[in-house]
């Protein structure tokens, strides 16, 4: 059963080269369940734990509810802006999500926040956060090392390459492993971890968010903006892993050193802790998503933004375009 461990969330995670493309959509809607339609109702999501007697909270938010004027404003702003940045572009599908949440208040809006995309190296977060958990009753699982195999070089694939990637045949610890998956995104680091983990802890960290883990590296993708946005407020809050190892959690994606995408839109002295994710679909059919959580002062907000389009440059700077536009509405609208 070991050597079954890559057979799906380690090819899911690291091959980037071609899959199906995505049907057609026709028209790129302006999607914000903020209708008015129905009161505010508090829904929370739980565990689905083994215990007989508990089932743990998760977090709980207000999803429903009228949008103000203000919001609406900017949700209209962000749509606008990635019909203009896309319209050029002959990729299929709808060109960009968005998801923000204000983790202090809990408002929030989206932009086709429930669009499916492929996550790429997004899924390296939920495999860190597999091992923070083992190691939370066992610290030893931080200090095993693996070193991996030339031969098996997963690098070559990313567009977005490490700038300190791991050495063939050397020793790393998990805890280094860890670090270079997440903050420098680095699939040979991936490749390790993914082959010596849990593949039941992995599926009951997807299976607490509702969807299914992934299958295969073919067809459409399946995560949204919303849905990754769970994995933020769930270490944000502390509610999954301890307090420990939330924070740590957060503390290696914020030593990101992907400078483009969200933090390109920000203040160099606003924090943020993100992960980045690519993925390259075919010919002219790429996907780029950043996700993370913005430190502003006082009102840190989540914030969830995944694209796709012909080239990752055109990419690159609406991620960065769509984070400068949120964090300016944030900044002119902050209590």
């Not at 999954?240 to 002295?269: K, N, V």
């Not at 009102?299 to 969830?304: M, Q, R, T, V, W």
């Amino acid at each position: 059963m070991k050597d079954m461990k890559r057979t799906t969330f380690l090819s899911f995670l690291l091959v980037a080269s071609f899959g199906l493309g995505y049907l057609a959509s026709g028209v790129f809607p302006l999607m914000n369940p903020h209708d008015g339609s129905s009161a505010n109702t508090a829904i929370p999501l739980r565990a689905n734990s083994q215990f007989v007697y508990i089932n743990p909270l998760l977090m709980c938010g207000w999803e429903d509810g009228p949008i103000s004027p203000q919001m609406d404003s900017i949700v209209r702003k962000l749509s606008d802006r990635i019909g203009t940045a896309t319209s050029g572009q002959s990729n299929t599908g709808v060109p960009a999500g968005l998801y923000y949440r204000d983790l202090t208040t809990g408002k929030w809006f989206g932009v086709n926040e429930d669009e499916t995309f492929t996550p790429g190296s997004l899924l390296k977060v939920p495999l860190m956060v597999s091992y923070l958990k083992l190691a939370e009753t066992d610290p030893s699982v931080l200090k095993k090392t693996y070193s991996f195999d030339a031969a098996s070089d997963e690098v070559h694939l990313q567009n977005f390459k490490p700038q300190h990637p791991i050495l063939a045949g050397v020793p790393y610890t998990v805890a280094e492993l860890l670090k270079s998956m997440v903050a420098d995104s680095d699939n040979n680091a991936a490749q390790l971890l993914s082959s010596h983990a849990d593949d039941d802890l992995i599926n009951e960290i997807f299976s607490m968010f509702k969807y299914s883990p992934p299958k295969n590296v073919l067809g459409q993708g399946y995560l949204t903006p919303r849905n990754f946005t769970y994995f933020l407020r769930v270490l944000y809050n502390a509610t999954y892993l301890d307090q420990s190892s939330s924070e740590q959690a957060l503390a290696i994606m914020a030593s990101s050193t992907f400078a483009d995408g969200l933090r390109a839109g920000l203040p160099q002295d606003i924090k943020v802790a993100d992960k980045f994710g690519e993925r390259e679909l075919g010919s002219n059919n790429v996907e780029l998503h950043d996700c993370g959580i913005v430190y502003y002062p006082d009102h840190p907000y989540a914030l969830c933004i995944m694209t796709r389009g012909t080239d990752f440059d055109t990419l690159e700077k609406l991620i960065a375009d769509l984070s400068r536009d949120v964090f300016d509405f944030v900044n002119n609208t902050r209590p």
